[in-house]
């Protein structure tokens, strides 16, 4: 007869505590739980039903060049813009949704700074304050509501992600606070969330469990002779291996290779430096490609889901008006310097590479959800994923009829696989209420809000 484990069940040893991904012998995976995902599709929330849901919001700056982003069909039968094409094979796994609208990242008599407000609205729905001291303010973030709830399921409420650091203060936008331009996740009006950016300290954080008040030698000294994780945990998994079914055996060699797999990879990235990405030498344990960067990133989220570490997360691609070079898809000059192209086909041309070359990111990242199993479903079925950005067309600097794209099937909550159009200037708030609402988190409003969404 095979161990009933407890869903909170980790893999033990010296310094360390592994979380598990959801086993058959746990609570959560049974027809219980398919019940209960049936009830999500039918109106309830799924997230009360107790099926665990997933929510994450992935960033791109500088808006995207629009008429090669909005198909020109409605509904399940339409063809797939040129951004679109990475995504191809997973078409029946997301819908875009167009005619969304954040009016707070307006200027609304604030003058410039379309950047800024862009980044800071598109989770919130607020006006950010139009300063560059420490009176920034803004308001309560989507992610931030929903994470409030996970607080006491999950290790971490929320985990947030990104490709670029970003400094809290300054001046970095017409008067704007670099804080507006850096974060997307803000957990009170005054309070934003800072990303981290190296995926280094990203996974100790998930997996190693570093010692509090450890010293930065003696933590390096340790690192020498501790050189996986899995080092320290392996009587642990032999253990518990014998407890269980044969499904279950397989799954954890599955996760226990994937996360020696990505130590690794993160050990060997922290030590590449790829110039025509970032320009200049990153700190130890960022991937000096970005591409590398990405991937990583999106695979440290993949983990925290499957462990239910998390059910959570943000990703910023960039911050808001940056300028990274992307020379190694031979685009070598600045995104943002590209993005005012004044209609000059050869920069818009170059903005659409920039564009695909994100969606292809979008694409590894929805793939590797989608080949994670869970119970009878996967996790990009159990999640709600939104990729867009604060701006439409980064020439015009306009917030009205932004590129959203939203993927999962919000555990039988969403039906994907269309492209819904919404009437133009529908706060985009609108839609996070609605997600709000299947992740069992109960609102009246978020921002500019003014009700829910329907259609999806």
């Known amino acids: 007869m095979f161990t009933h484990l407890d869903r909170r069940t980790m893999l033990r040893g010296l310094g360390t505590a592994l979380a598990l991904p959801l086993l058959e012998a746990m609570d959560g995976v049974s027809p219980a739980a398919a019940a209960a995902e049936s009830a999500g599709s039918n109106g309830a929330s799924p997230a009360d039903a107790g099926v665990p849901l997933r929510m994450a919001f992935l960033y791109v700056p500088n808006g ?67 300063t560059f001291g420490a009176d920034i303010r803004a308001g309560v973030s989507v992610d931030q509501l929903a994470a409030a709830k996970m607080a006491r399921r999950t290790r971490f409420p929320s985990l947030e992600l990104g490709a670029d650091a970003g400094g809290q203060s300054g001046n970095c936008d017409s008067g704007y606070s670099c804080a507006y331009s850096s974060n997307i996740a803000w957990r009170s009006d005054t309070q934003p969330v800072p990303k981290e950016t190296n995926p280094k300290l990203i996974f100790d954080r998930l997996f190693a469990n570093g010692r509090e008040g450890e010293s930065a030698e003696a933590r390096a000294k340790r690192e020498r002779y501790n050189r996986s994780v899995l080092d320290f945990v392996q009587d642990d998994a032999r253990r518990l291996q014998g407890q269980l079914g044969a499904g279950d055996r397989r799954k954890l060699d599955e996760y226990l290779s994937a996360v020696r797999e990505l130590e690794v990879r993160v050990a060997q990235q922290s030590k590449a430096i790829d110039s025509k990405s970032l320009g200049f030498d990153p700190p130890s344990g960022v991937p000096g490609s970005y591409e590398a960067h990405l991937r990583i990133l999106a695979d440290l989220m993949v983990l925290a889901f499957q462990t239910d570490m998390t059910r959570v997360s943000t990703c910023v691609f960039a911050n808001e008006g940056s300028n990274r070079s992307y020379a190694f898809i031979n685009v070598p000059e600045g995104h943002h310097d590209l993005s005012h192209h004044g209609g000059d086909k050869a920069k818009q041309e170059k903005i659409r590479q920039i564009n695909r070359f994100h969606t292809t990111q979008l694409a590894y990242f929805l793939r590797r959800l989608k080949g994670v199993r869970e119970g009878d479903s996967n996790l990009l079925d159990r999640s709600m994923i939104v990729y867009g950005s604060g701006i439409g067309d980064g020439n015009a600097h306009n917030h009205d009829n932004l590129p959203i794209l939203l993927a999962g099937r919000g555990a039988g909550a969403l ?22 609402d299947n992740f069992g988190v109960r609102s009246d409003k978020l921002g500019d809000s003014t009700g829910r969404v329907a259609n999806l």
Do not use: C
């Open 64 to 130: 995207v060049h629009m008429p090669a982003w909005v198909p020109e069909q409605e509904g399940a039968n339409y063809e797939l813009p040129s951004i679109l094409e990475p995504l191809a094979d997973l078409k029946a796994d997301f819908s875009i949704l167009s005619g969304l609208t954040h009016q707070k990242a307006n200027a609304n008599g604030d003058g410039g700074g379309d950047h800024a407000r862009a980044l800071t609205t598109f989770l919130t729905g607020t006006q950010a304050k139009k």
């Open 415 to 436: 039906r994907p696989g269309r492209h819904v159009k919404f009437d133009n200037g529908t706060p985009l708030t609108n839609l996070y209420l609605t997600m709000l």
